[in-house]
T-cell receptor, first 116, second 116 residues
Framework: DGGITQSPKYLFRKEGQNVTLSCEQNLNHDAMYWYRQDPGQGLRLIYYSQIVNDFQKGDIAEGYSVSREKKESFPLTVTSAQKNPTAFYLC???????????????FGPGTRLTVL | AQTVTQSQPEMSVQEAETVTLSCTYDTSESDYYLFWYKQPPSRQMILVIRQEAYKQQNATENRFSVNFQKAAKSFSLKISDSQLGDAAMYFCAYRRGGGGADGLTFGKGTHLIIQP
């Protein structure tokens, strides 16, 4: 089955430690995205990548880093510089072609990160 | 920068009745897409309906329909014959049109309660 996987579902880290969240897709999508969700805040864009070896900052990129070495994978690192890292993190992917039903973003199940 | 506003933090409706969720947005673009996503307690994001700005006809998907008022920058979601499974958070989202694959800008969401 095609889809997006995020692992782990729950992640706990001590304050000051970097942590990497995994996102893998087998939908053959060019574009991938990371969003953060806080209570009452909706989803906010952290980083996105339209093609391998290229990525752009979103609205709240400070304290985060990403890489896009493979089309299928877009890992997100939450660094110690992120002041409030505890949140729910969602990964998504889409095609990047212009078209009527293209560009729909498909979401993974999310990772709940808690920093103690 | 684009903004999306959902003014109803919570809505409640009796099962089988109709409910309308409000969304307004602000953009200087003429080509864009609008979306409604559903997030049930599992936190999986599910696309409910989408609207292309250049289309005057309102989108419809079974019991879900939108009222797209481009001049007023309004994009409301109507759910007819509400069912218990419709209970969830609903997010309105915006994406710039054209080629490429920009991220989505989300509203803060409306919590929909269905009363049996």
């Amino acid at each position: 089955d095609g889809g997006i996987t995020q692992s782990p579902k729950y992640l706990f880290r001590k304050e000051g430690q970097n942590v990497t969240l995994s996102c893998e897709q087998n939908l053959n999508h060019d574009a991938m995205y990371w969003y953060r969700q806080d209570p009452g805040q909706g989803l906010r864009l952290i980083y996105y990548s339209q093609i391998v070896n290229d990525f752009q900052k979103g609205d709240i990129a400070e304290g985060y880093s990403v890489s896009r070495e493979k089309k299928e994978s877009f890992p997100l690192t939450v660094t110690s510089a992120q002041k409030n890292p505890t949140a729910f993190y969602l990964c998504a992917s889409s095609t990047s072609r212009t078209g009527e039903r293209d560009n729909e973003q498909f979401f993974g199940p999310g990772t709940r990160l808690t920093v103690l | 920068a684009q903004t999306v506003t959902q003014s109803q933090p919570e809505m409640s409706v009796q099962e089988a009745e109709t409910v309308t969720l409000s969304c307004t947005y602000d953009t200087s673009e003429s080509d864009y897409y609008l979306f409604w996503y559903k997030q049930p307690p599992s936190r999986q994001m599910i696309l409910v309906i989408r609207q292309e700005a250049y289309k005057q006809q309102n989108a419809t998907e079974n019991r879900f329909s939108v009222n797209f008022q481009k001049a007023a920058k309004s994009f409301s979601l109507k759910i007819s014959d509400s069912q218990l499974g419709d209970a969830a958070m609903y997010f309105c989202a915006y994406r710039r049109g054209g080629g490429g694959a920009d991220g989505l800008t989300f509203g803060k969401g409306t919590h929909l309660i269905i009363q049996p």
